[in-house]
């Protein structure tokens, strides 16, 4: 095992010689038949790295995705989520990586949250901690999924509801319904034949992408106040978060494993934990009056805040996750792209040339988008792509409003 080795791996990369000679002197090489593989028992405490061969990634006995030694993403570790398989095609070599030494590298390099200077006698600093005051004390309210949207998920869990069941509940709100079909009929999502009715939709779709789409559609209205203070605000939230969701959705399609339907949905709850902040912050009118002060907040608090709301509606551990983590930029993750690297890149196309004047990395400098499209975009190839799905993400936008 040399420091090479370890240079040509994620996140090790711009370590310095002697911190990558340390690190190979604690990894070790494993030689593997083929077959099935399992990680040692101590999985929390190493990842593990393909090295030669290749493997396939299984849960549940289902393919999830297939890894060569020469894939991009062989860069980085291999998952290790409760369920997960490992078959080996051919005789292979495995790296096994202290883990400690890949979260040390993940700390040194996660921003910091934009934080406050705190100071006696600063009125910032003081309506800051105020208002983390009133938000530990409980004295918030997360926003309620609509109760038609909750009928529509437990008929969707129930395995004895029929489609033309879930079909009928959806039609009770004719908004929803046409909303529902249009995105089913557009160009992004049609496979084939137009469906021409609610029943066909859900009888093709399956019911996972149908609950995507149906909460898809529903979670606008979430977007919505009666409050002159917060329209503004809340309306360029649900323009930030409409575009990322159809760049999401575009993304999705492209990457092996994901579907649009779910990228759509992540990309609209990704910023979702803002909502409960903005409508807390409309009782502190001097917190409104002093904008900067209220960004650095719901910055640093809307995803915490926005796992609890997903949680809250039920959804599942990956978007509450997603929502908690959605600008940490140099997230790690596995070797197998996911929801969350779709949304950190789509974030970051979705402010190309928005002159917004936030700091944001490259596009290229995140770990995400090197996963993407088989890990053989690059940032011109990237946007060369958005740019001819122009019109897709457009009309995406469109369907959602």
């Not at 396939?56 to 409760?82: K, M, S, T």
């Not at 599942?316 to 997230?331: I, K």
Request: contains cysteine; glycine residues 6%; negative net charge.
């Amino acid at each position: 095992m040399t420091a090479d080795t370890i240079a040509g791996l994620q996140p090790f990369a711009r370590l310095q010689p002697q911190m990558l000679e340390t690190i190979a002197e604690h990894s070790r090489l494993v030689e593997r038949p083929a077959g099935p593989w399992k990680p040692d028992a101590d999985e929390g405490e190493a990842r593990w790295y393909l090295l030669r061969g290749e493997l396939a990634i299984e849960r549940d006995g289902r393919l999830r995705y297939r890894l060569r030694a020469e894939d991009p993403a062989a860069a980085f570790p291999l998952p290790l989520a409760p369920g997960d398989g490992y078959r080996l095609h051919e005789p292979g070599r495995l790296l096994r990586v202290p883990a400690r030494y890949l979260n040390l590298v993940e700390a040194q390099r996660g921003e910091d949250a934009a934080a406050i200077q705190l100071h006696e006698d600063d009125d910032e600093a003081a309506l800051y901690i105020r208002f983390r005051e009133e938000l530990a004390q409980g004295r918030f309210a997360l926003p309620a999924m609509p109760d038609l949207a909750i009928r529509i998920g437990k008929a969707l869990d129930d395995p004895h509801t029929l489609n033309e069941d879930i079909a009928r509940l959806i039609q009770l709100d004719p908004a929803l319904s046409a909303r529902v079909m249009r995105v089913v009929n557009s160009a992004a999502f049609a496979g084939g034949v137009p469906a021409g009715s609610l029943h066909q939709a859900v009888s093709r779709l399956g019911r996972q992408q149908v609950r995507n789409l149906v909460f898809s559609c529903i979670i606008k209205d979430l977007f919505r106040t009666g409050s002159p203070v917060l329209r503004a605000r809340l309306d360029a939230l649900w323009e930030h978060s409409r575009r990322v969701a159809a760049i999401s959705a575009l993304l999705a399609r492209f990457t092996p494993g994901l579907d649009a339907d779910r990228g759509l949905l992540a990309g609209l709850v990704h910023d979702i934990g803002a909502i409960p902040l903005l409508h807390a912050a409309r009782d502190m009118p001097e917190l409104i009056a002093a904008p900067a002060v209220l960004d650095r907040l719901v910055a640093e608090m809307k995803g915490e805040i926005g796992r609890m709301t997903l949680r809250h509606w039920r959804f599942d551990d990956e978007l509450a996750e997603l929502a908690h983590q959605a600008e940490h930029w140099h997230r790690l993750g596995s070797c197998v792209p996911d929801y969350l690297d779709v949304v950190l890149v789509a974030q970051l196309h979705a402010e190309v040339g928005r002159g917004t004047g936030i700091r944001l990395p490259a596009i290229d400098a995140i770990p995400a988008f090197r996963k993407l499209a088989l890990g053989r975009l690059t940032p011109r190839a990237s946007i060369a792509v958005l740019e001819e799905s122009a019109r897709e993400i457009a009309e995406i936008e469109e369907l959602l409003d």
